[in-house]
């Protein structure tokens, strides 16, 4: 397989964080802009009313938003565009209220860059690219699917850039997602690590999660998983990646794929592998995502990790999940 080795992007400018000092806002809100000629009718231009309602509300200081006032099955071009932009200074968007099939997850996963392979994972007959992850309140096991620390598939050779997961049905509590910035991870380092760290690649591998030995599929009843059969081929990718739309280095392993520094073994490469993967998660660097029927989060594979937590024993999650295809990641320097 061949994948791209991505490309330079300059971002659009942002028109508005947050609309809430513009006193009309509360009044069409709550009409949620329904109304066709209303911003003229009341003397106010299209523009004005469309900033009104694009809200970016931040998480966390670290990263995360939730963006208020958007229909994501009628996106305009210029939506679009304040919502990419937001996605490259957030790394994780958040979204509430939105009614999606798993047509309509697929469209608009093609609309932001197609959808990415996804090995061992069974989807949807009629849309094979949309993953349900589901676990029933009657299931044994109390583990979840996404539990752990990690990035998506960073054992292929072009992981995916982003993954949007779409909420169907969801405990009243619990079943959170958390988010950690692995840029911040990057600059908590001291410039000598960084530059030990900058001329070395890492190995990566779905061994733990689903190579012959693995139990994931175990413990998950209600979802379509497959094991290798034989030892799953590694992938080499550079410790500190350059982000292709940003040009900023990510101090770039996970837990659960990143199996052992090159030309090392597992043993000698384990204590820095522990301490990089300690460091990034650390409370400073992380947000949280509440999930409620209706929400979907995006969240950028080239910068962050992830966890789903398992605190929901007795209640049903149902989630619809999709990648954006990626490009080959390249060390800092070597990003264009």
Same mark, same amino acid.
């Given at each position: 397989?061949?994948?791209?080795?991505?490309?330079?992007?300059?971002?659009?400018?942002?028109?508005?964080?947050? %609309?809430?000092?513009?006193?009309?806002?509360?009044?069409? $809100?709550?009409?949620?802009?329904?109304?066709?000629?209303?911003?003229?009718?009341?003397?106010?231009?299209?523009?004005?009313?469309?900033?009104?309602?694009?809200?970016?509300?931040?998480?966390?200081?670290?990263?995360?938003?939730?963006?208020?006032?958007?229909?994501?099955?009628?996106?305009?071009?210029?939506?679009?565009?304040?919502?990419?932009? %937001?996605?490259?200074?957030?790394?994780?968007?958040?979204?509430?209220?939105?009614?999606?099939?798993?047509?309509?997850?697929?469209?608009?996963?093609?609309?932001?860059?197609?959808?990415?392979?996804?090995?061992?994972?069974?989807?949807?007959?009629?849309?094979?690219?949309?993953?349900?992850?589901?676990?029933?309140?009657?299931?044994?096991?109390?583990?979840?699917?996404?539990?752990?620390?990690?990035?998506?598939?960073?054992?292929?050779?072009?992981?995916?850039?982003?993954?949007?997961?779409?909420?169907?049905?969801?405990?009243?509590?619990?079943?959170?997602?958390?988010?950690?910035?692995?840029?911040? $991870?990057?600059?908590?380092?001291?410039?000598?690590?960084?530059?030990?760290?900058?001329?070395?690649?890492?190995?990566?591998?779905?061994?733990? $999660?689903?190579?012959?030995?693995?139990?994931?599929?175990?413990?998950?009843?209600?979802?379509?998983?497959?094991?290798?059969? %034989?030892?799953?081929?590694?992938?080499?990718?550079?410790?500190?990646?350059?982000?292709?739309?940003? %040009?900023?280095?990510?101090?770039?392993?996970?837990?659960?794929?990143?199996?052992?520094?090159?030309?090392?073994?597992?043993?000698?490469?384990?204590?820095?592998?522990?301490?990089?993967?300690?460091?990034?998660?650390?409370?400073?660097?992380?947000?949280?995502?509440?999930?409620?029927?209706?929400?979907?989060?995006?969240?950028?594979?080239?910068?962050?990790?992830?966890?789903?937590?398992?605190?929901?024993?007795?209640?049903?999650?149902?989630?619809?999940?999709?990648?954006?295809?990626?490009?080959?990641?390249?060390?800092?320097?070597?990003?264009?």
């Amino acid at each position: 397989m061949s994948c791209s080795t991505g490309h330079g992007y300059a971002p659009p400018p942002r028109r508005v964080k947050s %609309a809430d000092w513009f006193l009309p806002c509360p009044i069409f $809100a709550g009409l949620e802009c329904q109304t066709p000629g209303l911003a003229q009718s009341l003397g106010f231009r299209d523009d004005f009313l469309y900033c009104v309602m694009m809200n970016i509300q931040p998480l966390s200081g670290a990263l995360g938003a939730e963006v208020q006032g958007v229909d994501l099955l009628h996106l305009e071009q210029d939506q679009l565009q304040e919502i990419e932009s %937001a996605f490259l200074e957030y790394l994780v968007l958040c979204f509430r209220d939105q009614q999606l099939s798993p047509g309509d997850l697929l469209r608009l996963t093609e609309r932001l860059g197609g959808p990415g392979e996804t090995p061992y994972l069974g989807g949807l007959p009629d849309f094979p690219e949309v993953v349900p992850v589901v676990k029933e309140a009657d299931e044994r096991s109390p583990y979840t699917f996404g539990a752990g620390w990690h990035t998506d598939f960073t054992f292929q050779e072009c992981p995916p850039d982003r993954t949007l997961l779409y909420a169907v049905d969801t405990p009243t509590v619990g079943g959170d997602t958390l988010y950690c910035n692995l840029y911040q $991870a990057y600059e908590a380092l001291s410039e000598g690590m960084q530059a030990v760290l900058s001329d070395l690649n890492a190995v990566h591998s779905a061994v733990r $999660a689903y190579g012959p030995k693995a139990t994931l599929r175990e413990h998950l009843e209600n979802m379509s998983i497959a094991n290798d059969t %034989a030892e799953p081929q590694t992938m080499l990718h550079p410790v500190i990646r350059q982000h292709p739309a940003t %040009a900023r280095p990510v101090l770039w392993v996970n837990p659960t794929y990143t199996i052992r520094f090159e030309k090392m073994t597992e043993a000698e490469s384990s204590p820095l592998l522990n301490y990089l993967n300690q460091l990034a998660v650390s409370p400073s660097f992380t947000c949280r995502v509440r999930w409620q029927p209706g929400t979907l989060t995006m969240w950028d594979n080239r910068c962050t990790q992830h966890c789903a937590t398992s605190d929901y024993a007795g209640h049903r999650r149902e989630m619809l999940r999709t990648t954006v295809a990626g490009t080959r990641p390249l060390a800092q320097g070597r990003g264009h």
